[in-house]
């Protein structure tokens, strides 16, 4: 025998890891196809829009002015600050001069121009961008005169300013120069003499300083730059194109949409694999039943809940597959009670769950009591079909309870192939907790202590009711019937909480995926309950009207 009192979860590999959180991500697929197309659409509209732009590029080398640009060593280029170029080059007074010459608007110029220097280099490189290829071309070699003109504009200022200031200074030195040249001619001491022309020494050296400064100045190269590469007409649009645009952008689009799957996936409440229930809970997965087309996992569209007909030949094996398990387990073969029931949502599911796990065990050659404690909305009577037959030796009258359940019926369920089981049916009664904990009630769960017996309860979902609470610590064992991906965490663990702290233990998870009718999966996959005829209501008494509780050949237990 198997004895899981937990379900120990192994530590994962990293690529186990990684393929199982992948495997979350590409759930989301919604999102991922919005992420793909807004990388696709920005990826469009980016090679769309750079197509009718025409970019064209001109290069020119900054030099200084210097006086004799052949003499070793004779460059002034260290003294050139780059950045401070770069700058002028962007400045409106060349901007409006490159406007003045092509006759184009200075705002578009000023925003088509982009320059940038190339590193540890003194080149400028301009780059201007413009609706057709002849005014890139032309505006771009405008920018670039309009910056030499500018700069050497700038230097032969400069250097005028200086002549002019040299100029001042040695006008007053010539003339005092000649003043001391007669005094030298009319002096008639030799002592006079000499000191007349020691000045004047001086300051024909002072004289001839200057006049060097003014002829330097003068003679300098004020050339600002030279034109290495001319803007010419660039011969296809700007952009990389629409094929590489549309490549970088499904890129994109794919990180994107992996970004908000993964931002959905942590604020999913959801469970998101079977290892998390299976943590959640603390217990195995006895198995996931298939997702069948165009008809429900519960039964046929007549309402029929066994297995095995036509085409439910896989969920047939499932539920043997299943029941082997239980089997094998060793806290449900010491006591052979099972109760099925759901967290939250309607009892469809669980009904066929238990119907088909009772139909297991009696193909196994047990004998199977089916217990409906379901006592607000019973249904299974009326969706079984009953088959005449001796009643098993352990089957015995349980007793009225309260409110008339269990009644002192049981019906014989033909379950095909696999043989048959008896059903007690549920009963609308007035209150439903007494009858969950009447002795009668207590009785009818002892009967699997019988050799070879087996008693399946079916109860109302545990966070919608009580009921199933109230069963957990009688039962012992507690099959849990869920979608994965309708039920969220947090219903799960107080599952789990609430059949501990009824002494009961979760033997194990049934999982099932939703489909409607039409095959199509609900977006959190949750069931559609065929709508059922209203139930009648209760008489004061507890019962319900005679024809409510009419089913189709219910058999006395003699």
């Given amino acids: 025998?198997?004895?899981?009192?937990?379900?120990?979860?192994?530590?994962?590999?990293?690529?186990?890891?990684?393929?199982?959180?992948?495997?979350?991500?590409?759930?989301?697929?919604s999102l991922l196809v919005v992420g793909l197309l807004i990388g696709l659409l920005g990826g469009a509209y980016l090679a769309f829009s750079g197509a009718d732009t025409y970019t064209a590029t001109s290069e020119l080398r900054v030099r200084a002015?210097?006086?004799?640009?052949?003499?070793?060593?004779?460059?002034?280029?260290?003294?050139?600050?780059?950045g401070t170029e770069r700058q002028s080059a962007l400045s409106s007074t060349v901007a409006d001069a490159a406007a003045k010459a092509t006759g184009a608007p200075v705002t578009a110029m000023s925003k088509c121009l982009q320059v940038t220097n190339p590193p540890n280099t003194l080149v400028l490189r301009f780059t201007c961008t413009a609706a057709s290829a002849q005014h890139a071309a032309d505006w771009v070699n405008a920018f670039t005169k309009a910056y030499l003109d500018d700069r050497q504009a700038q230097t032969k200022a400069t250097v005028a300013r200086m002549v002019t200031s040299y100029q001042a200074q040695l006008d007053p030195m010539v003339t005092q120069r000649n003043d001391l040249l007669?005094?030298?001619?009319?002096?008639?001491?030799?002592?006079?003499?000499?000191?007349?022309?020691?000045?004047?020494?001086?300051?024909?050296?002072?004289?001839?300083e200057l006049n060097a400064n003014i002829s330097g100045l003068r003679a300098l190269d004020t050339t600002p730059g030279l034109v290495i590469k001319p803007g010419v007409p660039p011969a296809a649009p700007s952009g990389p194109g629409l094929p590489m645009m549309l490549g970088l952008g499904v890129v994109v689009g794919v990180a994107l949409g992996l970004l908000l799957a993964w931002v959905r996936?942590?604020?999913?409440?959801?469970?998101?694999?079977?290892?998390?229930?299976?943590?959640t809970?603390?217990?195995?997965?006895?198995?996931?039943?298939?997702?069948?087309?165009?008809?429900?996992?519960?039964?046929?569209?007549?309402?029929?809940?066994?297995?095995?007909?036509?085409?439910?030949g896989r969920l047939a094996e499932e539920y043997r597959a299943v029941a082997f398990r239980l089997t094998r387990d060793k806290r449900f073969s010491e006591r052979r009670r099972l109760l099925v029931v759901a967290p939250r949502g309607t009892g469809e599911t669980p009904a066929a769950v238990a119907v088909n796990l009772a139909a297991s065990f009696a193909e196994m050659g047990m004998e199977v009591l089916?217990?409906?404690?379901?006592?607000?909305?019973?249904?299974?009577?009326?969706?079984?079909?009953?088959?005449?037959?001796?009643?098993?030796?352990?089957?015995?009258?349980?007793g009225l309870g309260e409110g008339g359940w269990p009644a002192g019926l049981q019906m014989p369920i033909d379950a095909g192939e696999s043989g048959s089981f008896d059903l007690v049916p549920g009963r609308r009664v007035r209150n439903v907790a007494r009858a969950l904990t009447s002795a009668s009630a207590g009785r009818l769960f002892a009967e699997a202590d019988e050799?070879?017996?087996?008693?399946?309860?079916?109860?109302?979902?545990?966070?919608?009711?009580?009921?199933?609470?109230?069963?957990?610590?009688?039962?012992?064992g507690v099959v849990v019937v869920c979608d994965p991906r309708a039920v969220h965490r947090a219903d799960l663990e107080r599952v789990r909480e609430l059949i501990d702290a009824a002494g009961?233990?979760?033997?194990?998870?049934?999982?099932?995926?939703?489909?409607?009718?039409?095959?199509?999966r609900f977006g959190f996959a949750r069931w559609s309950r065929p709508a059922a005829p209203a139930a009648p209501a209760a008489r004061p008494d507890g019962d319900l009207p005679q024809e409510a509780t009419t089913a189709p050949e219910r058999h006395p237990v003699p």
């Fill in 182 to 208: 007669d005094q030298i001619a009319h002096a008639k001491s030799s002592q006079v003499v000499g000191t007349l022309v020691s000045s004047q020494t001086n300051l024909l050296s002072r004289i001839t």
């Fill in 281 to 312: 809970l603390g217990a195995p997965v006895l198995g996931t039943l298939p997702r069948l087309r165009g008809r429900a996992l519960a039964g046929t569209a007549g309402g029929g809940l066994l297995a095995g007909g036509r085409g439910d």
């Fill in 1 to 29: 025998m198997i004895d899981v009192t937990r379900a120990e979860q192994q530590p994962q590999d990293e690529p186990d890891l990684l393929r199982d959180q992948f495997r979350q991500l590409i759930r989301y697929r």
């Fill in 265 to 279: 996936l942590v604020f999913d409440p959801t469970v998101r694999s079977d290892g998390e229930v299976t943590r």
């Fill in 65 to 82: 002015a210097i006086e004799d640009p052949f003499v070793a060593g004779a460059t002034a280029d260290k003294n050139i600050d780059i």
């Fill in 451 to 476: 050799p070879g017996s087996v008693v399946v309860v079916l109860a109302p979902p545990v966070l919608a009711y009580a009921d199933a609470v109230a069963l957990a610590d009688r039962v012992d």
């Fill in 370 to 398: 089916l217990v409906e404690a379901d006592l607000r909305t019973p249904a299974l009577s009326a969706r079984l079909r009953t088959a005449d037959g001796a009643r098993p030796g352990w089957a015995r009258t349980p």
């Fill in 504 to 520: 009961a233990a979760v033997l194990g998870v049934v999982l099932h995926s939703s489909e409607d009718g039409n095959g199509r």
